[in-house]
T-cell receptor, first 112, second 116 residues
Framework: GENVEQHPSTLSVQEGDSAVIKCTYS??????FPWYKQELGKRPQLIID?????GEKKDQRIAVTLNKTAKHFSLHITETQPEDSAVYFC???????????FGSGTKLNVKP | DTAVSQTPKYLVTQMGNDKSIKCEQN?????MYWYKQDSKKFLKIMFS???????INETVPNRFSPKSPDKAHLNLHINSLELGDSAVYFC???????????????FGPGTRLTVL
């Protein structure tokens, strides 16, 4: 089955700095990679996703990159704000198989 | 207008008891899931149902029995609760299982289960 590894487990940055979270996956058939944000005590919510036919996707201050050859994908947050503080999860899934394998999560702390 | 709802929000019970968590979605989605999030925040899939039929069962002890009376509901019944069952359980739904497109998982608010 798929194995998704996520690093780092915790990340502390100063407000305004950039944050990068990295994930690797093992199954080359995986072709959909969403990122979820979970604020303290709340439910995970999708913030951005990327499909395997795309190398990069951007939405305002967040971007995701995908390297299919190396089987890794990353979340980039620029100009971080305190409200970006949360746990971020990457996930991998594949076509016609609606099962999501989540990474272990990264706790991001943005210091004001 | 809550999309995915779960009850109860908190559940505190003794070891050995049997308890149920209910989940309902009003999004018209075909697929529903149960996830377990442990104290280390690791989010792991337990079950997935598509149109009331079980499609994924991730080596979960048979003390856990999901039930889907219709495609808008997926309840989780747990027998003989153990200390290790303490976690937050999230229900989720997505528009379809497989198919030509990929869909967001909509999570419920979670049920924090504490087994004493």
């Amino acid at each position: 089955g798929e194995n998704v590894e996520q690093h780092p487990s915790t990340l502390s940055v100063q407000e305004g700095d950039s944050a990068v979270i990295k994930c690797t996956y093992s199954d080359s058939a995986s072709n959909y990679f969403p990122w979820y944000k979970q604020e303290l005590g709340k439910r995970p919510q999708l913030i951005i996703d990327i499909r395997s036919n795309v190398g990069e996707k951007k939405d305002q201050r967040i971007a995701v990159t995908l390297n299919k050859t190396a089987k890794h994908f990353s979340l980039h947050i620029t100009e971080t704000q305190p409200e970006d503080s949360a746990v971020y999860f990457c996930a991998a899934s594949k076509y016609n198989f609606n099962k999501f394998y989540f990474g272990s999560g990264t706790k991001l702390n943005v210091k004001p | 207008d809550t999309a995915v709802s779960q009850t109860p929000k908190y559940l505190v019970t003794q070891m050995g008891n049997d308890k149920s968590i209910k989940c309902e979605q009003n999004l018209g989605h075909d697929t529903m899931y149960w996830y377990k999030q442990d104290s280390k925040k690791f989010l792991k899939i337990m079950f997935s149902y598509n149109n009331k039929e079980l499609i994924i069962n991730e080596t979960v002890p048979n003390r856990f029995s999901p039930k889907s009376p219709d495609k808008a509901h997926l309840n989780l019944h747990i027998n003989s609760l153990e200390l290790g069952d303490s976690a937050v359980y999230f229900c989720a739904s997505s528009p379809q299982s497989g198919g030509p497109s990929f869909h967001e998982q909509f999570f419920g608010p979670g049920t924090r289960l504490t087994v004493l």
